[in-house]
C-alpha cells in the first residue's frame, strides 16, 4: 500500500512538472484539458501495470532500497477459521487513512448542502440551455453543471456578459472535471497534488471559456474581470466566474498569440514518460512476496560460533582423542550415546505418541552443553529428548583458528513405535527436485491458467484453500495446543500431491494439516527446461486459539530465519552447506535457496539442511513463506 502511494505520488509529481513547463502556457486549451485528466489516471493505474516484454533486473543496490513491502504471512488460523481480530490485522495507518477520507466526506457533503440550500432559496428561471437562479442581495457568479448561480448585486449591463461565459461551462461539463478531482480528494486526501490537478483544471475552464466569449469584446471584458472585487464562495468544485486569484492570469492568457501547430508535438512527451513508468512497474526487484533481512556477508573467520561442519578442531568426544577422524568419531558417538540412554516414554506408548524430535544444542567454549532446544510431536518426546542430551558428558571444545569457539550442533531423534513402518530418514535429499523459487514454469492451480503471475496465484490460491478447508480440532481447543505447524510436500510429474511431511507442536494439528494439504487439487506440473519436474512446496499454517490472538500478536517477536553453514571444498568444487532454521533454532523444512543472478538453487530437507555448489561473492536468497526473506553473500 506504501509503496502504491509513494509511485502514484512520483508519477504525479513527473506529469505535474511536464505540464508547467512545457504546456501550460500553450494556448491548446482542450489538449491540456485531456492531459490533466488522462495522466492523473494513469498514475493511477501504472503502479499495477506489469510486462513481461518489459520486465528487467534492478541493479541490486538500487532495489534494496525499497524498503516499504509489506510481509505476507503464513496462513494463520483461530477455531473460528482465518483470524477474525479484524481491527487488530489492520495497519494504523489503514485507520487514519479512513478517518481522513470520512472527514473528506462530510466537508464534500456540506459544500453540496451549501448549493442546494442557495438553489432552495434563490428564484428559478429555466432557459432552453441553462437554468438560471438568482440569489438575492448576493454578487455570485458560478455554475453548477447546468445551473448558473447570479447575485442581484451584479450590475445588469454585465450579465450577458457572465452568462455567455459560464454557459461556457454548461455545455462542456466542467463541473464533472472538478467533481472528479472532488471525489479523488476523498480517496487521496492525504496527497497535496490531487489539489494541485484540481486547481490547474480549474484554471485551465477559466482560459477555455474566456477564449470562447471574448472574441471581439476583450477591452470590455478585461475592464469587467478589473472593475469590482467580487465575493467568492470557497466550492472547490464549481465554476466561479470572479475569482481573484486568476483574474490576473486570465488576461496574461487573453493577450497571448494562439499558439502554433507545431508545438502539440510537446504532447508527443508524454509516450517515453508512460514507457518509463511501465518500465519501472515491470522491474523484478522490490516486488518479493516477503521482506528481506540482509547479511552483507558470512565471514567464517568473524563469527564465535563455527558451524561443526566447517570448524578447523571439532569438540572432542570422550574416547576420541587419539581417533583419525574426530569428526566421524563424533556422530559415533553421539549416536552411540543416544542409544545408550534411550527410554521410549511408557504414557506416549500407550498413547500411540511417536514422530521426529529436532534438536540442537551449543558446545560452548568450555565443552559444556548448553542452549539445548528441541521440537517434537509432543512435549513427553521432548523431555525424553531433554534428558538425553542433558546427559552428555563434557568435551574438549572446538577450535577456530587456534581459538576455543561455540560449535552448534543438530542431531534428530525419531521414535518410532514397533507396529509402524513409516520412516524417513533424515539425511534423504531432494538433489533431482527443482525449487519452487527458481523453476522456469511453476506448477499450474486450477484457476490460475490464464493468470499473468502464475507464483503469485498458486501463493494466493493455496491460502483460499487451506482457508477454505480449515477445521481447528475440537479436542486440540481443549487442551489448549496452539502454534505453527510446517508442512512440506511434493507436486510430481503427474502434478499430484505426494510425501507430505509436517511437524508441529501436536499430532493433532500435525493431523488436521494433513488433511487440508491431502485435499489439494491435481495441478499442471512444473516444468524446467521444457521438461516435467517435481517441485517440493512448504508452508507454515499457524493454529492460533481465539483467547490467546490479541496476546501473542502484541506481545511475541516477529519470528525470522538464521541460517548455520561454511563452505566446504570438495573435489574442486565449494558447496555451502549448513542448516536453516527459525528464531527458535529449529529446522525450517522446505526453503527456497537461490543464487541471485542464475537459475542455480536448492530446497531445504525436513530438519532445514541444505547444500548448494557456489562462488566468491554469490548472493544466496533464502525464502520461506510467513518469514522475511534473507539475503547472505558469500566470502571466504
Known amino acids: 500500500m506504501i509503496t502504491y502511494i509513494l509511485e502514484t505520488l512520483a508519477f504525479q509529481l513527473v506529469f505535474l512538472l511536464t505540464y508547467d513547463l512545457f504546456l501550460k502556457k500553450e494556448t491548446f486549451f482542450q489538449w491540456n484539458r485531456l492531459y490533466l485528466l488522462t495522466t492523473f489516471v494513469l498514475s493511477l493505474v501504472l503502479p499495477w501495470v506489469k510486462f513481461e516484454m518489459l520486465k528487467t533486473t534492478m541493479p541490486q543496490e538500487l532495489g534494496n532500497v525499497t524498503i516499504f513491502l509489506t510481509q505476507l504471512d503464513g496462513v494463520v488460523l483461530t477455531p473460528e477459521g482465518v483470524e477474525t481480530s479484524f481491527w487488530s490485522s489492520i495497519p494504523w495507518y489503514y485507520g487514519v487513512l479512513a478517518f481522513g477520507s470520512i472527514l473528506s466526506i462530510l466537508w464534500f457533503a456540506h459544500k453540496l448542502h451549501q448549493i442546494g440550500r442557495l438553489k432552495r432559496s434563490g428564484t428559478i428561471q429555466q432557459f432552453p440551455e441553462y437554468d438560471k437562479i438568482i440569489v438575492k442581495s448576493s454578487t455570485l457568479a458560478f455554475s453548477f453543471f447546468r445551473n448558473i448561480f447570479l447575485g442581484t448585486e451584479i450590475q445588469k449591463e454585465k450579465e450577458a456578459n457572465i452568462i455567455a461565459h459560464e454557459l461556457v461551462h454548461v455545455k462542456q461539463r466542467h463541473t464533472l472535471d472538478l467533481l472528479f478531482f472532488e471525489l479523488a480528494r476523498i480517496v487521496f486526501w492525504f496527497n497535496p497534488l490531487t489539489y494541485v490537478y484540481q486547481n490547474r483544471m480549474a484554471e485551465l475552464h477559466e482560459f477555455i471559456a474566456d477564449a470562447q466569449v471574448v472574441k471581439d469584446n476583450k477591452r470590455e471584458h478585461f475592464e469587467m474581470l478589473l472593475s469590482e472585487a467580487f465575493k467568492t464562495q470557497h466550492i472547490s468544485f464549481v465554476n466561479q466566474f470572479f475569482n481573484k486569484s486568476l483574474i490576473k492570469k486570465r488576461i496574461v492568457m487573453l493577450q497571448k498569440k494562439r499558439s502554433k501547430a507545431v508545438w502539440q508535438l510537446k504532447y508527443v512527451l508524454l509516450l517515453p514518460l508512460i514507457l518509463g513508468m511501465l518500465v519501472y512497474t515491470s522491474c523484478e526487484t522490490g516486488k518479493e512476496e516477503n521482506t528481506e533481512e540482509i547479511d552483507s556477508s558470512v565471514s567464517l573467520k568473524a563469527i564465535e560460533e ?331
Open 306 to 636: 563455527v558451524p561443526f561442519a566447517v570448524v578447523d578442531e571439532v569438540p572432542v568426544f570422550p574416547g576420541c582423542e587419539d581417533a583419525e577422524d574426530k569428526r566421524a568419531c563424533f556422530n559415533e558417538k553421539i549416536q552411540e550415546h543416544i542409544r545408550k540412554n534411550f527410554h521410549y516414554p511408557e504414557a506416549a506408548q500407550e498413547q500411540g505418541i511417536q514422530g521426529r524430535v529436532s534438536t540442537i544444542f551449543r558446545i560452548d567454549p568450555k565443552g559444556n552443553i548448553v542452549d539445548i532446544k528441541m521440537r517434537g510431536p509432543h512435549e513427553l518426546l521432548e523431555k525424553e529428548t531433554e534428558r538425553i542430551l542433558a546427559k552428555l558428558p563434557q568435551m574438549k571444545p572446538g577450535k577456530q583458528n587456534g581459538e576455543p569457539v561455540k560449535v552448534p550442533f543438530s542431531i534428530p531423534i525419531t521414535f518410532k513405535l514397533q507396529d509402524n513402518n513409516e520412516d524417513i530418514p533424515s539425511n534423504k535429499r531432494n538433489e533431482e527436485m527443482i525449487p519452487f523459487a527458481t523453476i522456469d514454469e511453476v506448477p499450474v492451480f486450477p484457476g490460475c491458467e490464464n493468470a499473468s503471475d502464475r507464483k503469485a496465484c498458486f501463493y494466493e490460491s493455496m491460502r483460499n484453500h487451506i482457508r477454505k478447508h480449515f477445521n481447528y480440532p475440537q479436542e486440540a481447543q481443549e487442551q489448549g495446543i496452539q502454534g505453527r505447524v510446517a508442512i512440506m510436500f511434493t507436486i510430481n510429474g503427474e502434478g499430484e500431491i505426494v510425501d507430505i511431511k509436517k511437524r508441529g507442536p501436536s499430532p493433532l494439528l500435525e493431523a488436521e494439516a494433513e488433511r487440508i494439504i491431502k485435499r489439494l487439487p491435481k495441478m499442471i506440473p512444473g516444468k524446467q527446461d521444457g521438461k516435467i519436474v517435481k517441485v517440493p512446496f512448504s508452508i507454515p499454517i499457524t493454529f492460533k486459539l481465539q483467547s490467546q490472538t490479541n496476546e501473542m500478536s502484541s506481545n511475541k517477536p516477529k519470528d525470522y530465519m538464521q541460517v548455520n553453514g561454511g563452505l566446504l571444498t570438495e573435489n574442486g568444487s565449494t558447496y555451502f552447506k549448513g542448516t536453516v532454521m527459525d528464531s527458535e533454532s529449529m529446522g525450517l523444512p522446505g526453503v527456497n535457496i537461490s543464487i541471485q543472478g542464475t537459475e542455480k538453487g536448492a530446497v531445504s530437507d525436513f530438519d532445514g539442511y541444505f547444500s548448494l555448489a557456489v562462488a566468491e561473492n554469490d548472493v544466496l536468497k533464502f525464502q520461506y513463506l510467513g518469514l522475511p526473506n534473507k539475503l547472505i553473500r558469500v566470502s571466504h
